[in-house]
């Protein structure tokens, strides 16, 4: 149930609705924006059906929240969230581009790799220091190490870092590091660990998990809000489908229907979409076309010795050519890259 303030309330009146609310064992969750003042109630709303909110002093309007997820949705809150890092604001009218390795392999060639992204002008680092490998035969990142590596390539450039947490037990050790917490695929739907990112005040991507629906994954998203982290980016990395040409199948139309149904800002990862890089640049324009507010890109200057996800690593040339072509496609939809 959504709560709107008059504009002329008072802060008592806000006191009182927050009271009862936790009367009825349910939470408040104050929104105070530029215009309104809006109490979210969180929690079984059944127990409210008796309560004539509407008659409450400084009460203006009352709504349920008809979809299962509430504090993400659009009815809850309709302007854009906006997360800014450093002036760089995911949600607003400028893309945000990540870019990096797919994991941290060394310091030397993490070193390489920020330089030419940084030449670049990308704002945002990325790359794994705990990769979550299908086999536990594969690279499992460098640990604390990639981490310290990544430090020093922010201290040297000025880039964010941006890192995946895969064990609650690490939050504590990758917030440290990390500018954006980056939640992978398979762990969308890892409660504790979602809870875990709702307590750190850092903002977080959240990939979809690749068989997620849509609802689903806003749950999850409803996951880390509800604990009080409002700073959530959502990420479409595609989902598993009958499709065996390329790695994952991008739900391009998720970008427009999550810009529908939820306030959170919307990026997109074509690297791990398609797994070639052939189809990345084609893939990244119509992530752009569609509405996406931002990008995370595999760059690497030596994908052939790459750890990981060499196939699907751009080489730093290709990636500056997407960039220029992306104006374009920004300009188009009225938007900056
Ligand atoms: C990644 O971005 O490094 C990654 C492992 O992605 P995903 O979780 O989408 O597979
Ligand atoms: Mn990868």
Same mark, same amino acid.
């Given at each position: 149930?959504?709560?709107?303030?008059?504009?002329?309330?008072?802060? +008592?009146?806000?006191?009182? =609705?927050?009271?009862?609310?936790?009367?009825?064992?349910?939470?408040?969750?104050?929104?105070?924006?530029?215009?309104?003042?809006?109490?979210?109630? =969180?929690?079984?709303?059944?127990?409210?059906?008796?309560?004539?909110?509407?008659?409450?002093?400084?009460?203006?309007?009352?709504?349920? =929240?008809?979809?299962?997820?509430?504090?993400?949705?659009?009815?809850?809150?309709? +302007?854009?969230?906006?997360?800014?890092?450093?002036?760089?604001?995911?949600?607003?009218?400028?893309?945000?581009?990540?870019?990096?390795?797919?994991?941290?392999?060394?310091?030397?060639?993490?070193?390489? =790799?920020?330089?030419?992204?940084?030449?670049?002008?990308?704002?945002?680092?990325?790359?794994?220091?705990?990769?979550?490998?299908?086999?536990?035969?594969?690279?499992?990142?460098?640990?604390?190490?990639?981490?310290?590596?990544?430090?020093?390539?922010?201290?040297?450039?000025?880039?964010?870092?941006?890192?995946?947490?895969?064990?609650?037990?690490?939050?504590?050790?990758?917030?440290?590091?990390?500018?954006?917490?980056?939640?992978?695929?398979?762990?969308?739907?890892?409660?504790?660990?979602?809870?875990?990112?709702?307590?750190?005040?850092?903002?977080?991507?959240?990939?979809?998990?690749?068989?997620?629906?849509?609802?689903?994954?806003?749950?999850?998203?409803?996951?880390?809000?509800?604990?009080?982290? +409002?700073?959530?980016?959502?990420? +479409?990395?595609? $989902?598993?489908?009958?499709?065996?040409?390329?790695?994952?199948?991008?739900? $391009?139309? *998720?970008?427009?229907?999550?810009?529908?149904?939820?306030?959170?800002?919307?990026?997109?990862?074509?690297?791990?979409?398609?797994?070639?890089?052939?189809?990345?640049?084609?893939?990244?324009? *119509? *992530?752009?076309?569609?509405?996406?507010?931002?990008?995370?890109?595999?760059?690497?200057?030596?994908?052939?010795?790459?750890?990981?996800?060499?196939?699907?690593?751009?080489?730093?040339?290709?990636?500056?050519?997407?960039?220029?072509?992306?104006?374009? $496609?920004?300009?188009?939809?009225?938007?900056?890259?």
């Amino acid at each position: 149930m959504i709560i709107v303030m008059k504009p002329d309330h008072t802060k +008592e009146d806000v006191l009182n =609705i927050i009271n009862k609310l936790e009367d009825f064992g349910l939470r408040a969750h104050l929104s105070e924006g530029e215009h309104r003042t809006i109490i979210g109630a =969180i929690g079984d709303e059944r127990k409210l059906q008796e309560v004539p909110f509407l008659s409450f002093p400084g009460v203006e309007e009352v709504h349920p =929240i008809l979809k299962p997820y509430k504090l993400v949705s659009r009815e809850f809150k309709s +302007e854009n969230t906006r997360i800014s890092l450093n002036g760089n604001v995911f949600g607003d009218k400028k893309i945000q581009v990540i870019a990096g390795p797919c994991a941290v392999e060394g310091r030397e060639i993490l070193e390489e =790799i920020a330089d030419e992204l940084s030449s670049l002008g990308v704002p945002f680092i990325r790359g794994g220091a705990f990769k979550p490998r299908t086999s536990p035969y594969s690279f499992q990142g460098l640990g604390e190490k990639a981490l310290k590596y990544l430090a020093k390539v922010r201290e040297k450039t000025g880039m964010m870092v941006v890192t995946e947490l895969m064990d609650p037990r690490d939050a504590v050790l990758v917030a440290k590091y990390a500018d954006i917490i980056q939640i992978g695929t398979r762990n969308m739907q890892n409660f504790r660990l979602l809870t875990e990112v709702g307590n750190i005040d850092k903002p977080v991507i959240l990939k979809r998990g690749f068989s997620a629906t849509i609802k689903e994954f806003l749950m999850s998203a409803e996951y880390i809000v509800s604990e009080g982290n +409002e700073k959530v980016i959502l990420c +479409e990395r595609g $989902i598993r489908t009958f499709e065996t040409e390329t790695r994952n199948t991008l739900d $391009i139309s *998720a970008v427009p229907l999550l810009k529908q149904l939820t306030h959170l800002p919307v990026i997109v990862d074509p690297s791990h979409a398609v797994g070639r890089v052939d189809l990345v640049p084609p893939v990244a324009k *119509a *992530a752009v076309a569609a509405g996406a507010d931002g990008l995370l890109i595999e760059v690497h200057t030596r994908p052939e010795s790459a750890l990981s996800d060499g196939a699907q690593s751009l080489r730093p040339n290709a990636f500056k050519k997407l960039m220029d072509e992306l104006k374009l $496609i920004a300009e188009a939809v009225g938007r900056e890259i």
